[in-house]
């Protein structure tokens, strides 16, 4: 094991003994830990009591081999837990705005509606009337069925008989099963669309957010008026949200 003048030789020690049990789930004796390092036993020896005390390191008392327990992982976790999906996600909000030139939102779940917490507004003379704050249903948005297709079966029938099912346009979705049929159509492309359904004259693509435990973070979405966010002009979009859509989650930790 090669030390540099720069660093803690037992810090460098300890580290190198770290990454040799990162490869053994179950476990490594002392003499092979100590061969693989280039250390004396006694050195190693030392170095994993302190490990072990600190918990990092357990011994298996039946086989004496050592293995790595999850306070490593507990660690890593800590940093992710405090990311802040507003804070994560703006900067590519208002990348997503600059390819497409069309209103940008970000939402979260809450109960059987979606939450706007971020929008970023397109230069374009025809605006969106959404605000931050204001909510939406669910079974009707862009963003609100990209985020029902990622969830179990059970508890979308839950929020389906839970929510106020209105057809708001000629284009919402109201009978259940149809709606179970694009959710498992939008889990297969990764997007989802809103063809008129919240409201007229108004096309969107939605797609996921995830975070680092794998679960719904939210999710984005591209807006605009049917005139100029054509089926066409979807079709390209498409690509572009699922890119921010995963950059946005890989940022917050997600490794799916």
Not at 10 to 16: M, P
Not at 58 to 70: A, G, I, R
Not at 110 to 124: A, C
Not at 140 to 163: D, F
Request: net charge neutral.
């Amino acid at each position: 094991m090669k030390e540099s003048s720069q660093t803690v030789q037992s810090v460098e020690r300890a580290l190198a003994i770290l990454e040799v049990l990162s490869d053994y789930g179950e476990g490594v004796g002392i003499t092979e830990l100590s061969t693989n390092i280039n250390l004396h036993k006694s050195t190693v020896h030392r170095l994993l009591l302190t490990l072990i005390q600190k918990g990092y390191v357990e011994q298996n008392p039946e086989t004496s081999k050592y293995k790595l327990t999850l306070k490593l992982f507990e660690l890593g976790n800590k940093p992710l837990e405090k990311l802040d999906i507003l804070t994560v996600a703006k900067p590519y909000l208002h990348q997503l705005k600059e390819v497409t030139h069309e209103v940008v939102h970000l939402v979260i779940r809450e109960g059987t509606e979606i939450v706007y917490i971020d929008k970023v507004e397109s230069e374009n003379k025809i605006r969106m009337h959404s605000r931050i704050g204001t909510r939406s249903p669910m079974y009707c948005t862009s963003v609100g069925k990209a985020i029902m297709a990622y969830l179990p079966e059970e508890e979308v029938e839950r929020l389906w008989e839970n929510s106020e099912i209105k057809r708001l346009t000629p284009h919402t979705i109201t009978d259940l099963n149809v709606m179970k049929k694009t959710l498992k159509e939008i889990r297969q492309k990764g997007y989802a669309l809103d063809e008129e359904e919240n409201e007229l004259g108004i096309r969107c693509i939605g797609a996921p957010i995830f975070n680092h435990r794998g679960e719904l973070a939210g999710a984005i979405s591209v807006s605009g008026p049917t005139i100029r966010v054509t089926k066409e002009v979807v079709e390209g979009y498409k690509n572009h949200i699922l890119e921010y859509s995963k950059n946005i989650s890989k940022e917050l930790g997600y490794r799916g």
